[in-house]
């Protein structure tokens, strides 16, 4: 294809689709960027679907080659380690890094979109359509149907790609035509929003980490903002008891912080309103196979492999897609036909590992972060990435500070595990060898 005269579509623009724009662009292509809401910078965000992203590492990469990195990090707040709350006690601080000076990013995910579409739209040959809900898609012609305030409209491409989120309109006509499959695996959680306004002028709680509340079977973390208030996001139950579904009344909802977030009660002056009218978010992860149809239509991020928040990489996986996709048109000349499987080849069971980390994270959140356990296990891990520097590192380290490939990351976790249960187990063996060497001698005297 010529890429100064046809125009790849690019459904979404979201933050996935605004990045993928701006990496066609500078590859020379015209791009159409089209999307299902109302133009974000003009209107009023959602309420109760901020949720804050944790950018790290890998989305910095991403940012770094199109010059945005250093414009992002300017309204973004690093943490350098979580904050546990108990429900009685103070406060602990556990640091993400051996050497404490690592961090990962608070911003806002609508400041985020916006810096990327206004960056994305700056760029010569890249055009976006608002108020374009994807309503048709012939993925063997490239022939596209959208739903506008003015009617249906048609438009066509010689590639369209879907960066439209985990609910994927380009996944669903895919779907429809027979083309992939999909499975969807959702959590019985739920998510919903609080937020925190600035205590007299200044942050209500530590900006410097993320704030963890572990409760066992629930949790609630909080994110900082420029603005010094918190996003404050609580993984609950959808049904039972201490659920979503459990709290309806505002003395009811107030009895249950009091009883198992005291410290956040003073510190939430609209919690009960917060909680009443935000919505309920559901949670889950989504794989589907193929990424693409024909070599013309093709998923990325969320559309592709959606996964759940709790280790902060769904925007940083999705980032990593996009300079994935650019290497793969690198090595195939601009072959659209040949680029799109090679991603997929290169990406799925990178994908598939940070989908089980994120679940298993969501546990160790929940439940283990305040054990004594897990602590002295972090500070294990913390002393041999010191003792041992590039030899052994963390999975926390090496998910969040490194580009390492996700499945590559699981595998060298195992290999280090793998060594210290050996080395515990000689160590152990050792030590039962001197003791029943010293019971002989003891006897024979």
């Known amino acids: ?39 974000p910078r003009a209107g009023r965000v959602e309420r109760g679907r901020s949720i804050n992203l944790a950018l790290s590492e890998r989305g910095l990469d991403a940012l770094r080659r199109i010059g945005l990195a250093e ?15 108990p429900v009685t006690g103070e406060p602990a601080f556990q640091s993400y890094s051996a050497t404490g000076d690592r961090a990962i ?48 409209t048609t438009a066509a491409a010689p590639v369209v790609l879907g960066a439209d989120g985990a609910g994927s309109a380009v996944r669903g006509q895919l779907l429809a035509y027979g083309v992939l499959e999909e499975s969807l ?39 900082p903002n420029p603005d010094r208030s918190f996003t404050c996001t609580l993984f609950w139950p959808t049904h039972g008891m201490a659920s979503f579904a459990s709290l309806t009344s505002p003395a009811a909802i107030e009895r249950h912080f009091a009883t198992h977030y005291p410290d956040l009660l003073p510190l939430a002056p609209n919690l009960v309103d917060d909680y009443q009218h935000n919505p309920v978010g559901v949670l889950g992860t989504v794989r589907c196979a193929p990424w ?22 769904g925007a940083n996986c999705a980032f990593e897609d996009v300079v994935a996709l650019d290497r793969c048109l690198d090595e195939c000349a601009d072959d659209w036909a040949a680029a799109l499987p090679l991603f997929q080849a290169r990406r799925q069971d990178d994908a598939e590992a940070i989908a089980r980390m994120a679940l298993a994270n969501f546990v160790e959140m929940r439940d283990k972060v305040a054990s004594p356990v897990f602590r002295a296990r972090r500070r294990l891990d913390h002393a041999l990435e010191r003792a041992l520097p590039g030899r052994y590192v963390s999975q926390y380290e090496l998910v969040s500070f490194s580009t390492t490939p996700y499945a590559r990351v699981r595998r060298r976790v195992r290999r280090q595990q793998a060594a210290l249960g050996a080395v515990a187990a000689g160590t152990a063996a050792l030590l039962a060898g001197a003791v029943g060497a010293a019971w002989t001698r003891g006897r024979r005297r």
């Open 105 to 152: 990013n608070s911003i806002s995910r609508g400041a985020l979109n916006n810096a990327l579409l206004t960056a994305a739209t700056a760029l010569p040959g890249v055009r976006a359509a608002f108020d374009h809900r994807l309503v048709g898609l012939d993925p063997a012609t490239g022939e596209m149907t959208f739903e506008t305030p003015r009617g249906k």
């Open 71 to 85: 414009q992002v990090l300017a309204d973004a707040l690093p943490m350098r380690g979580r904050m546990i709350h």
């Open 1 to 39: 294809m010529n890429p100064e005269r046809d125009e790849i579509a690019v459904v979404g623009a979201g933050l996935a689709g605004c990045l993928l724009a701006c990496f066609l662009a500078r590859r020379g292509y015209r791009v159409a960027l089209y999307e299902r809401r109302p133009d």
């Open 185 to 223: 695996d959702f959590l019985d959680y739920g998510y919903k929003e609080l937020t925190l306004p600035p205590l007299g002028g200044e942050f209500a709680l530590d900006p410097a980490a993320l704030h963890i509340w572990p409760r066992g079977t629930s949790m609630m973390i909080a994110l």
């Open 292 to 313: 693409q149809a024909g070599g013309r239509v093709g998923l990325l991020g969320d559309a592709a492999h959606a996964i759940v928040p709790f280790y902060g990489q």
